[in-house]
């Protein structure tokens, strides 16, 4: 994860004192598609190529990174250029997303289309071991606060984790990063750090995942989305603690 280093007056225990520290970069990148501007996207600057990528495949413009014939991200990681193999259309409507940095989707909630899960099967004690993995591989990689960071999981371990200033971000850079690099892995299991809102919950099932957990708290809708598509939600995880708000029968040990 990008960082800068900066330095500022802090006020602890009744004192000032000078500090200096880690804080995220923010950075504005256009994506062009076929010679044209499309968007601009508010993201940390790595993972550039995966964030395009798999912000067209969740949108579900492209399907396979054989619909890119030419990627590019220039040096300073101003803009991203993508021609695709065939034509496609931008959205005429972008609707605004729940994500920090303004995030854009064309998806619509009036009839979700569904994806293939996935399948795991899990116990309280392996949700409790992934945390803490996620966890120690989120400390390694994020050099500051203030970074969402979202990992996949094949119900056994960590596979792949990407971090971001916009949570929505870091789905597309783990969709991506298969798209581009590993098409045949097939992720369970997805681990963040951001809530989980109604299009966090469809770009998980583009992913393929049967289980999604988070920190935070979803809401009536992504539950009941969760509940519609088969997907188990967990919400609110801490080391040994967790809620489970929908298909609690994935896990083996539930009496």
Request: glycine content about 8%; aromatic content about 6%.
């Amino acid at each position: 994860m990008k960082s800068s280093e900066i330095s500022f007056i802090q006020y602890f225990d009744g004192k000032w004192q000078p500090k200096s520290g880690q804080i995220p970069i923010e950075q504005a990148v256009t994506l062009i598609v076929n010679g044209k501007p499309w968007m601009e996207m508010r993201c940390t600057p790595a993972m550039i190529a995966e964030l395009a990528v798999g912000f067209l495949y969740n949108e579900r413009l492209i399907y396979s990174a054989e619909d890119v014939a030419r990627l590019h991200v220039c040096d300073t990681a101003d803009f991203v250029e993508i021609d695709t193999a065939s034509p496609i259309n931008k959205p005429k409507t972008w609707i605004k997303t729940t994500g920090c940095g303004g995030g854009q989707t064309a998806q619509r909630l009036e009839q979700p289309e569904t994806s293939e899960l996935h399948e795991v099967t899990l116990t309280a004690d392996a949700v409790s071991s992934l945390l803490s993995e996620f966890m120690e591989a989120q400390n390694a990689q994020t050099t500051s606060r203030g970074v969402h960071c979202s990992a996949i999981s094949d119900g056994e371990r960590i596979l792949l984790l990407a971090d971001d200033v916009g949570r929505h971000n870091t789905l597309d850079k783990l969709m991506g990063y298969i798209l581009l690099n590993d098409p045949s892995l097939k992720p369970s299991l997805l681990l963040t750090t951001g809530r989980i809102s109604s299009e966090m919950l469809q770009k998980s099932a583009r992913l393929g995942v049967s289980v999604v957990i988070s920190f935070t708290s979803p809401n009536t809708l992504t539950v009941h989305l969760a509940e519609e598509i088969g997907m188990t939600l967990i919400g609110y995880a801490r080391g040994s603690r967790f809620n489970v708000y929908s298909h609690p029968e994935r896990f083996s040990d539930l009496g």
